[in-house]
């Protein structure tokens, strides 16, 4: 017997491992011979009789529940915890994961919990970036209404700070750092970056990842959106490498 | 997995397994799913892969599992699928004390396809590991092929998985992903059963996470 490499491990499989089973998904087949059906022994063979008898029954059972009736509403409780953990996935590319350093949960609103990814773009390690979205409250009824899902909002750091680390929560803001050592916090309400006391706005518009779209790094075009304020970086700070 | 917790034999914890396989599956039927959900139980069958900490007290001697699956397979509850989603790694002696009886081709070969109910989900995460199932079907297949229902692998990310190298959060390296597993198997067996290779039903993927 061996000892499970994690907890899920052999539940997982034990609880749906088969034709739409949660984790199986088909894949596109190579070319094939053939089924090899005489090679199994009787027992074996009696097995896969079984399975597909129990399915032929069931399936001319009148009675059968179709397993894709929709469920149309699931709210879930939206207090839960705020943590701050290390990147663990995210409703991303995988090309768009590379950079990631570490997820915040925070409860923002009452009652609306917001996720923040932190990190820097995958075209360039050094442009940091904090994607934000808010927790679907009802995600069956968001699942029917792809349009109703919260987008995913991309704040660039003004500046080629490297990669952004969150280092604290509140339900206003976090604080993060960099890893070019600059410290300071995220307005999650006004949507700006506060480094020694000066309010910086985010480098460019938000866009919104794509499966197939790597977030575009930002050209000398782009300028910050609040000319009014002139940041002055502190030691430790990279020098901004966009022209006004 | 013992009844009422606590300890048991391995045989007995193996024949709790069948019972679960079977109850849940008839739940299914209950509900009127059997058509569309057919349940296989499994297993993470493995071996170490070196003599150092903390490998050796992670995965069971040969003679435990196997007496795990001959519980499974002969307690009483037969006609529900065993699937071995583990390794194949033979050759190091498997206890404490490094003194055990080490894994063989024919002990793999027994818990993944030998025991009646039981079928292999090879778990291809490198080249090394799918070699390590091509030697076991190399040594023992003359015994009746092994027939995988598909590979596994454990890559971190989220949906939509990489086609190629995936990170596994679990150790911090980059390996194989559901795809790249599922064609290096098939490829490995080509020049052997190259009119005869199955088509593997499926590539699946569990998240390795510290």
């Known amino acids: 017997m061996a000892r499970m490499k994690t907890a899920i491990t052999v539940g997982v499989i034990v609880a749906l491992l088969g034709a739409g089973g949660a984790l199986a998904f088909p894949v596109v087949t190579g070319p094939s011979g053939g089924t090899g059906d005489e090679q199994l022994s009787p027992e074996k063979a009696a097995i ?10 069931a399936a001319a059972t009148s009675e059968a529940t179709p397993l894709g009736t929709p469920v149309l509403s699931c709210p879930r409780d939206s207090s839960g915890d705020t943590f701050v953990r290390p990147f663990d996935g995210g ?9 990631f350093t570490n997820v915040a949960r925070v409860l ?5 919990p917001t996720w923040i990814y932190a990190g820097a773009i995958s075209t360039d390690r050094q442009q940091g970036v904090l994607f934000v979205q808010n927790e679907e409250l009802d995600p069956c009824a968001a699942a029917l209404n792809p349009g109703d899902v919260s987008p995913i909002q991309v704040f660039l750091t003004p500046y080629k700070w490297g990669r952004v680390t969150i280092a604290a929560v509140s339900s206003k803001s976090i604080e993060f750092t960099t890893d070019s050592g600059v410290k300071g916090s995220f307005d999650l309400a006004a949507h700006s970056f506060l480094v020694d006391g000066i309010a910086l706005s985010p480098l460019a518009t938000p866009v919104v990842p794509g499966e197939d779209t790597l977030i575009p790094t930002p050209t000398v075009s782009a300028r910050r ?5 002139v940041a002055t970086p502190s030691a430790g700070i990279a020098t901004p490498n966009i022209s006004d | 997995m013992c009844p009422n917790g606590g300890t048991c034999y391995p045989s007995t914890a193996g024949q709790q397994w069948a019972y679960v396989a079977r109850d849940v599956q008839s739940w299914i039927s209950s509900q009127g799913w059997s058509s569309q959900i ?3 139980a499994g297993s993470d ?5 070196s003599y150092s900490t903390p490998d050796y007290d992670n995965w069971d001697c040969p003679l435990k599992t196997k007496q795990f699956v001959d519980g499974y397979n002969y307690g009483g509850a ?12 033979t050759g190091l002696n498997c206890d404490h004390a490094n003194s055990g009886p080490p894994w063989t081709t024919n002990d793999v070969y027994y818990i993944a396809w030998g025991a009646t109910s039981d ?7 490198s080249q090394y590991a799918v070699n390590s199932w091509l030697a076991v079907e190399a040594v023992n297949g003359s015994q009746g092929r092994m027939r995988p229902v598909g590979v596994m692998t454990e890559c971190s990310t989220g949906d939509v998985l990489p086609t190629s190298n995936c990170w596994v959060q679990g150790n911090g390296q980059n390996e194989f992903a559901p795809r790249q597993g599922w064609d290096t198997l098939r490829l490995g067996l080509r020049p052997t059963y190259l009119s005869t290779l199955w088509d593997y039903d499926y590539a699946v993927n569990i998240k390795w996470q510290p």
């Open chain 1, 48 to 57: 896969l009789q079984a399975e597909a008898e129990r399915q032929q029954q």
């Open chain 1, 91 to 99: 409703p991303f590319h995988p090309k768009q994961t590379i950079y």
């Open chain 1, 108 to 112: 923002s609103d009452p009652g609306q």
């Open chain 1, 225 to 229: 959106n609040d000319e009014s304020i």
């Open chain 2, 38 to 40: 057919t349940i296989w």
């Open chain 2, 45 to 49: 069958f493995e071996q170490r892969t």
């Open chain 2, 78 to 89: 037969t006609g529900y699928r065993l699937v071995d989603f583990g390794s194949a790694w």
């Open chain 2, 119 to 125: 079928w292999p989900l090879p778990e291809t995460y």
